[in-house]
């Protein structure tokens, strides 16, 4: 179930919050975890047996962690537990297929284990608590309904942001709901759904058309990785919103997992802006750990290609993640060595044109994974971005009938919208229409969803 569905929409979010504000506080977490594990299991319920296996052995884990004397053997082996889950699941086909073709005569069997959804997110989230509970950082969660509420919390659990456990411990616990959060929360979840229905989709079903035909020309191939890197952004800053929105009404704060990345003038600052919980993560628990910034200027790049090529194999089991974080880890080692302070003297409008430069061939290379041609998909899409003619009569009408869509995509990429909101907010008049606003961006999004089927989630395999 995603939350860009009309079942959810309609059916299981009025229930959950009926239900969940009738009860009282006592009861509520309980009846959350009892959500979280039905929204999680609709469309795989044997899934379910994983994610109770999963907090079961973490709570245990972080129970016997904060009594042993060696919490440095406990950590060990939940991490092997932990990681292990996600290896199998995750990579297992990727790793079988890839010694197979290594050493042939392995004749190692694929297993097609089906990938459970959002497990490379609720493992983050997991060994964040381990490894806190560990370094002492966060104190022991010994509530095992608070504590598989933390872990499979529906609205961040498929898809983010990564949310660390210390940053909600005392959320668990002693929330307050009030009304002026939860209209914030329906605010945000609304604004979301909007990036995601009226902008990600038609972007996605534009980059679909364009990408397809051959000899569409130069024009049709780059108004193409356009319309992708836009549809990725709303995609999954929509859905960051959308979990945001959902956690405001139930009472939780998560923070912010996009902050305009599309406006950076580097790829060091859009990596500060773009996913920004994952790149905490690593951050705080990969690159410190291996000595970040503080043995030597070898050992530091050495540190960034690693933390690059992990994050790259985050996003999936083919080796086009692994040449994405490649590309990137190499790009960010180049600015920290010269390339950034250059930057700093030119006009800002030159690390612009860099950055969306740099950014979009990146998603070139994040697009083509194995189950869409891959690495020879790859090397026939590149050319065409500089040769075979400048624009088919065809493709040029989807431009055409695409153009304010890409307008409103571009322009809705940077602060623009949000100061053009924050001065109408001091209005008082517009503080009344708000609700109307509101309901009008949910009703367009509604006829939208009922309209077409065309509603894929980008991340929801990650």
């Known amino acids: 179930m995603v939350f860009s569905s009309l079942m959810f929409l ?71 537990i932990d990681f292990g889950l996600l290896a199998f699941f995750k990579y297992e086909g990727f790793i079988s297929e890839n010694l197979n073709v290594i050493i042939p005569f392995l004749h190692i069997p694929s297993l097609a284990i089906p990938l459970p959804i959002g497990i490379s997110f609720y493992t983050f989230q997991i060994v964040s608590y381990i490894i806190d509970l560990y370094r002492n950082e966060t104190d022991v969660q010994k509530n095992i309904i608070s504590f598989g509420t933390y872990v499979s919390l529906f609205p961040q659990l498929i898809a983010g942001p990564i949310v660390r456990y210390r940053d909600v411990s005392e959320q668990l616990s002693h929330r307050r709901e009030n009304p002026e959060q939860f209209a914030r929360g329906v605010r945000l979840f609304t604004l979301g759904l909007a990036k995601k229905v009226l902008l990600a989709n038609p972007l996605g079903l534009m980059w679909d058309t364009l990408r397809e035909p051959t000899g569409a020309g130069a024009a049709a191939s780059w108004a193409g990785i356009i319309a992708f890197s836009l549809q990725i952004y709303y995609d999954f800053s929509g859905y960051s919103d959308m979990a945001r929105g959902l956690g405001n009404m139930l009472g939780f704060e998560f923070l912010k997992n996009f902050d305009y990345p599309y406006i950076s003038k580097s790829i060091t600052e859009f990596w500060r802006r773009w996913h920004i919980s994952l790149g905490t ?20 790049l050495v540190n960034l290609l690693i933390v690059w090529m992990l994050t790259g194999l985050w996003h999936g089991a083919s080796w086009n993640f692994l040449l994405w974080g490649l590309y990137f880890g ?133």
């Not at 990969?286 to 200027?297: A, D, S």
């Open 281 to 300: 993560w690593f951050r705080e628990y990969v690159y410190i750990p291996l000595g970040g910034n503080k043995k030597g200027k070898i050992r530091t």
């Open 330 to 462: 190499i790009i960010l080692i180049i600015e920290k060595l010269f390339l950034l302070k250059a930057l700093e003297k030119l006009p800002a409008i030159i690390g612009h044109i860099y950055s969306i430069l740099i950014i979009v061939f990146g998603w070139i290379i994040f697009y083509y994974s194995d189950d869409v041609g891959g690495f020879a998909e790859l090397c026939r899409f590149v050319p065409t971005l500089f040769g075979g003619g400048i624009l088919s009569s065809d493709a040029g009408a989807v431009i055409t009938n695409n153009l304010s869509l890409l307008a409103a995509g571009i322009i809705a990429s940077t602060p623009l919208i949000r100061k053009i909101y924050d001065y109408l907010n001091k209005k008082k008049g517009y503080r009344i229409a708000e609700p109307v606003v509101i309901a009008i961006i949910l009703l367009l999004c509604t006829a939208s969803l009922v309209n077409n089927s065309y509603n894929p989630f980008l991340y929801f395999k990650f």
């Open 10 to 80: 309609f059916v299981f979010l009025p229930v959950v919050l009926g239900v969940y504000y009738i009860l009282p506080r006592k009861f509520r977490n309980a009846f959350l975890l009892i959500a979280d594990l039905f929204f999680y299991g609709w469309g795989e319920p044997v899934l379910v047996f994983l994610m109770i296996f999963t907090i079961v052995i973490n709570y245990f884990a972080g129970i016997i962690m904060s009594r042993a004397g060696n919490k440095k053997l406990v950590l060990i082996i939940t991490l092997i």
